[in-house]
């Protein structure tokens, strides 16, 4: 079977869809070759063509969700590192980056992101991309490993919360003042008056052509 | 069978030990009743006598140690919340808790850290204890569950990153400088000066009386 014909790659299409349609209603574990043959309208047989199994159609929408990644985020990466970028602008380029991809494939990372298996774990993998582009960016830290580990999970929980829901248009300002707040209680900056005066030390760091109330 | 005797109960806990040595060497997967039961010098009647299987053994060590784990903590609450505590003591007493936790019962931490089913998630459980107390700690914050996430995400890295490993003398500086630069890094300040800059003005704020070299 030649894979390179058009009507080949469009039935892996049609295959990939039926499970990102199937994926948003039932778990993982209880979806089966028959439910994705009936989506897609296709015979068992058929489906066997293109895929071993489910794990093989999950892993392969994990692969193309994760190069479509990359490649959104390198093409970003020299406008990114350049020193002249503000923090406002170099915040937006990456983490909201992250958020606008997600978006964008909205059905296709809901699909994904639910799955963990050995083989299947889209979370980790964009943490490491994400940790490894840390390190590559200040390779003489000390404690590269646990630093990158820590954005990269700092990344991940942002977009995870946002997964799927509403941006509205002061959700930047939103992230930001909810990393400052969870990052002072970390390093133990819990009374309420340093708390406020380091808080608006960075929202004008950040934003300082704005007028910050609270 | 009364469950309240002695040797019922030493009968639980020789298993439950068994448990963990066979978790330290294979995974979750692999483990069988037999296995338990040999490692326990029983039969596996006797095992079936005290627990339904495999799983009921892991969620046993899971509960207990979740349950000495808020033990723990509870104990500390009062004094992490009193104003008059420094960042560095706060810090200490949050952060540090949990980790001389976890280097405490290490084997049953690492037995249970590697096991995810759908009713064992330790880390998960851990995670939900400090974003919830993150929370009773400050109401009146706009976007409290984001914030309490990262807060705990931040703490668990940390926690994971450590676990099993020997804490070194300097590891809190280590630490506290880790949050620093991912933090100043998530929210966009990547320019060396800057970095350098806050990176100064926190570890000032944290450790006043060290004079600090980069």
Chains 1, 2 share one sequence.
Do not use: C
């Not at 829901?165 to 992230?175: E, F, G």
């Amino acid at each position: 079977m030649d894979k390179n014909t058009a009507s080949y790659k469009r039935m892996d299409k049609t295959i990939l869809n039926a499970f990102i349609e199937i994926s948003q209603q039932i778990p993982f574990e209880n979806i089966t070759v028959q439910k994705i043959a009936d989506v897609a309208y296709i015979s068992r047989y058929t489906f066997y063509v293109h895929f071993h199994d489910k794990y093989e159609v999950a892993e392969r929408i994990q692969d193309e969700l994760y190069r479509e990644f990359t490649q959104f985020i390198q093409k970003q990466i020299p406008a990114i590192h350049a020193a002249t970028a503000t923090a406002e602008e170099h915040w937006q380029m990456m983490d909201i980056a992250i958020l606008r991809f997600s978006q964008k494939h909205i059905g296709w990372t809901q699909s994904i992101w639910k799955i963990h298996t050995e083989t299947i774990d889209f979370s980790k993998r964009i943490k490491t991309f994400l940790a490894d582009n840390y390190k590559s960016r200040f390779p003489d830290h000390e404690n590269l490993d646990l630093e990158a580990m820590l954005y990269a999970n700092m990344a991940m929980t942002l977009t995870e919360h946002y997964i799927g829901k509403i941006h509205t248009p002061n959700m930047n300002q939103t992230i930001t003042s909810s990393y400052i707040y969870a990052f002072l209680y970390a390093i133990g900056i819990h009374e309420e008056h340093l708390l406020k005066k380091e808080y608006n030390h960075f929202m004008q760091l950040i934003y300082p052509e704005t007028s910050l109330s609270s």
